[in-house]
């Protein structure tokens, strides 16, 4: 059993930066893909970042250049720094973690950017 832990989200000023993390605590391999989504009202899941275990990444072309992912293995935990918070970056923001094609999901955690 996987479970996954967010926390880190709340409410901040436009131009704002927040750090977002992410627990992962079960039968996890040791080759995966962790990273983030967001969902905003009315709209559908989209990603936000992804970093492998061996440290690649990719993002967003929204986020790239704002936010930064990375990982500590040790600790099977993922960040998400975002910084330059827009008020379009407002969203329930979920951590997935993905071994071996299946994936598993946070609770999700609000972050509200205000104007």
């Known amino acids: 059993q996987v479970q996954l832990v967010e926390s880190g989200g709340g409410l901040v000023q436009a131009g704002g930066s927040l750090r977002l993390s992410c627990a992962a605590s079960?039968?996890?391999?040791?080759?995966?893909?962790m990273g983030w989504y967001r969902q905003a009202p009315g709209k559908q899941r989209e990603l936000v970042a992804l970093?492998?275990?061996?440290?690649?990444?990719n993002y967003a072309d929204s986020v790239k250049g704002r936010f930064t992912v990375s990982r500590d293995n040790a600790k099977n935990t993922v960040y998400l720094q975002m910084n330059s918070l827009k008020p379009e970056d407002t969203a329930v923001y979920y951590c997935n973690l993905n071994i071996l094609a299946k994936g598993y999901w946070g609770q999700g955690t609000q972050v509200t950017v205000s104007s």
């Open positions: 970093i492998t275990s061996g440290g690649s990444t």
């Open positions: 079960g039968s996890i391999f040791s080759s995966n893909v």
